[in-house]
């Protein structure tokens, strides 16, 4: 215990010894330093009490965080400690992770391959969507466990054995795990003959990169319309979010400003002449889980006029986080700065956690609204309201769905496996069936079957009260288990409210192109 006290002890005595140095005239600063490693002191004491005389005997570590997480708790919800497995989960969602790159689905004996990461490991090795593993590490899959699997997918090498359709014997391979590089924009097609629609998930380094090569391999069909979806998209990469609004807006414009109290917090980010997309109409689509960088995002190509926002308001949180890494791999991410969109709205709402903020909102905007260039009105809540607000897709699945979907034997990837195996007449006519195919009523009746041959329950009455839903599951499941998850996202959007209902609008996102 007492080395662990004694580490973070030397950060904040080293902190106050800091502030003394650099402040050595003031007698505030000189007493708050005193106060500090007095509280310190008293901390290291109770600590020790706990250790020698509690009734029962106790974590030191955890006393710690729990003391670390207590201190937190008085800032904001965001300023967080992260211990070292924690934080190398957080590095690694954004600069990229050791594997394979493969998804896959639990079957009764085997895992179904659902999708491969492109230009990934086991892509370059011939890995398709639709193989199933049958051995790994040369164990069978049916006897592994699940921190088994995870060890053996933790190898250097990872090594399978894949059957696939029409071939007899398994194939084996030897995989090298690499770096997988998180692909940032799961879908990017083209709706209709003028409609492209790119959907970006998270903001990494590479997303401006991956964005121009969607654009790119996209405006050979001399797309009219544009939209970009950022529903459910938490943020990530500053720099990434903020090179993702510059491809929009002429130079010189203000993206974002931050306001905060330590050095280089108070920071402006302008965009540069480069690297512009072509000026066609756009619709941003956001939802209450668009944050961060999406929100950044949102609020400059609307206070500018560049894109008409549908959907739903925004989440309200594009703060500074910055990084604070420790000796034992664990880290501190401190709420620093605050955001602002170029016409002064804050990106910042108070939360309903029941903690006291009104120290954040001091430096929010505090009008109700503001003007865009032409005069528009916009809300100034610490949110992004859309110019337009889209009801949320209401489709629902019944309980009994659910527990059919949940089950452990997989019903729906067994069922929609097997139906891709015997139909390979679609396996080059994606376009075809993502547009046009229907699922009949008699392939939701076959279903019913196997999930009912697997010992699901699936009545007659739960068919109907989710055929629609179903329709869908169906069809896109077919989709991946074809061509992967590209076709399951196509699949899906396709049939989304939100997205369909952005053709109302493209009369209004073409006339502020012209303002």
């Given at each position: 215990?007492?080395?662990?006290?004694?580490?973070w002890?030397?950060y904040?005595?080293?902190?106050?010894?800091?502030?003394?140095?650099?402040?050595p005239?003031p007698a505030?600063?000189?007493?708050?330093?005193?106060?500090a490693?007095?509280?310190?002191m008293?901390?290291?004491?109770l600590?020790?009490?706990i250790?020698?005389?509690y009734?029962?005997?106790?974590?030191?570590?955890?006393?710690?965080?729990?003391?670390?997480h207590g201190?937190?708790?008085?800032l904001?919800?965001?300023?967080?400690?992260?211990t070292?497995?924690?934080?190398k989960?957080y590095?690694s969602?954004?600069?990229?992770?050791?594997?394979?790159?493969?998804?896959?689905?639990q079957?009764?004996?085997?895992?179904?391959?659902?999708?491969t990461?492109a230009g990934?490991?086991?892509?370059?090795?011939?890995?398709?969507?639709?193989?199933?593993?049958v051995?790994?590490?040369g164990?069978l899959v049916?006897f592994?466990?699940?921190?088994?699997?995870r060890?053996q997918?933790?190898?250097?090498?990872?090594?399978?054995?894949?059957?696939?359709?029409?071939?007899?014997d398994?194939?084996p391979f030897?995989?090298?795990?690499q770096?997988?590089t998180?692909?940032?924009i799961?879908?990017?097609?083209?709706?209709?003959?003028?409609v492209t629609?790119?959907?970006?998930?998270?903001?990494?380094?590479?997303?401006?990169?991956?964005?121009d090569?969607?654009?790119?391999?996209?405006r050979?069909?001399?797309?009219?319309?544009l939209?970009v979806d950022?529903?459910?998209?938490?943020?990530?990469?500053?720099?990434?979010?903020?090179?993702?609004?510059?491809?929009?807006?002429?130079?010189?414009k203000?993206?974002?400003y931050?306001?905060?109290?330590?050095p280089?917090?108070?920071?402006?980010?302008?965009?540069?002449p480069?690297n512009?997309?072509?000026?066609?109409?756009?619709?941003?689509?956001?939802?209450?889980q668009?944050?961060?960088d999406a929100?950044?995002?949102?609020?400059?190509l609307?206070?500018?006029e560049?894109?008409?926002?549908?959907?739903?308001?925004?989440?309200?949180?594009?703060l500074?986080?910055?990084?604070f890494?420790f000796?034992?791999?664990?880290?501190?991410?401190l709420?620093?700065a605050r955001?602002?969109?170029?016409?002064?709205?804050?990106l910042?709402?108070?939360s309903g956690?029941g903690?006291?903020?009104?120290d954040?909102?001091t430096?929010?905007?505090s009008?109700?609204?503001?003007?865009?260039?032409s005069?528009?009105?916009?809300?100034?809540?610490g949110?992004?309201?859309p110019?337009?607000?889209?009801?949320e897709d209401?489709?629902r699945y019944?309980?009994?769905?659910?527990?059919?979907?949940?089950?452990?034997?997989?019903?729906?990837?067994?069922?929609c496996?097997?139906?891709?195996?015997a139909?390979?007449?679609?396996?080059k006519?994606?376009?075809?069936?993502?547009h046009?195919f229907?699922?009949?009523?008699?392939?939701l009746?076959?279903?019913?079957?196997?999930a009912?041959q697997?010992?699901?329950?699936?009545?007659n009455t739960?068919?109907?009260?989710?055929?629609?839903?179903l329709?869908?599951?169906?069809?896109r499941?077919?989709?991946a288990?074809?061509?992967?998850e590209?076709?399951?996202a196509?699949?899906?959007?396709?049939?989304?409210?939100?997205?369909?209902?952005?053709?109302?609008?493209?009369?209004r996102?073409s006339?502020?192109?012209?303002?």
């Open positions: 215990m007492k080395s662990k006290i004694i580490y002890l030397r904040i005595l080293a902190a106050a010894a800091v502030v003394s140095l650099l402040y005239g505030r600063i000189a007493r708050g330093a005193q106060q490693y007095n509280k310190v008293v901390l290291t004491m600590l020790d009490k250790e020698r005389f009734v029962e005997p106790q974590d030191p570590n955890l006393l710690i965080d729990h003391a670390i201190i937190l708790s008085a904001d919800p965001y300023s967080t400690y992260l070292a497995e924690e934080f989960d590095k969602a954004y600069q990229g992770y050791q594997g394979i790159g493969l998804t896959y689905d079957l009764p004996e085997k895992l179904l391959v659902t999708a990461v990934g490991p086991a892509a370059q090795a011939g890995i398709r969507p639709g193989d199933k593993i051995r790994i590490g164990k049916h592994l466990s699940e921190a088994d699997l060890r997918l933790q190898e250097s090498v990872v090594r399978l054995d894949i059957e696939r359709e029409g071939i007899r398994p194939i030897a995989i090298p795990k770096v997988i998180p692909q940032t799961s879908t990017a097609f083209m709706l209709n003959d003028s629609f790119i959907k970006i998930d998270r903001f990494t380094e590479n997303t401006p990169n991956q964005l090569q969607a654009f790119s391999r996209l050979t069909v001399a797309p009219r319309y939209i950022l529903r459910d998209n938490g943020g990530g990469d500053l720099q990434a979010g903020i090179k993702v609004a510059d491809r929009f807006l002429s130079a010189g203000i993206i974002a931050t306001k905060g109290r330590g280089g917090a108070n920071m402006e980010f302008t965009s540069s480069d512009k997309l072509p000026r066609l109409p756009v619709i941003l689509l956001v939802n209450g668009s944050a961060s929100e950044i995002v949102a609020g400059a609307q206070d500018w560049r894109a008409l926002v549908v959907g739903q308001p925004t989440f309200g949180k594009a500074v986080q910055s990084e890494p000796q034992d791999g664990s880290a501190l991410l709420t620093t955001f602002f969109t170029p016409l002064g709205r804050s910042y709402r108070v956690s903690r006291d903020h009104s954040l909102r430096s929010a905007n009008a109700a609204y503001v003007r865009t260039p005069g528009r009105l916009l809300p100034a809540g949110t992004i309201v110019d337009v607000i889209l009801a209401t489709l019944s309980s009994a769905l659910r527990k059919v979907l949940a089950a452990e034997e997989n019903p729906l990837a067994v069922f496996e097997t139906y891709a195996a139909h390979p007449e679609w396996s006519q994606r376009d075809r069936f993502i046009q229907q699922v009949p009523e008699s392939l009746r076959d279903f019913q079957t196997t009912r697997m010992g699901a329950k699936l009545s739960d068919l109907q009260q989710n055929r629609d839903a329709r869908l599951l169906i069809k499941e077919v989709a288990m074809i061509w992967g590209e076709a399951r196509m699949v899906t959007i396709l049939a989304d409210a939100q997205v369909q209902g952005c053709n109302l609008y493209w009369a996102a006339e502020l192109l012209r303002r």
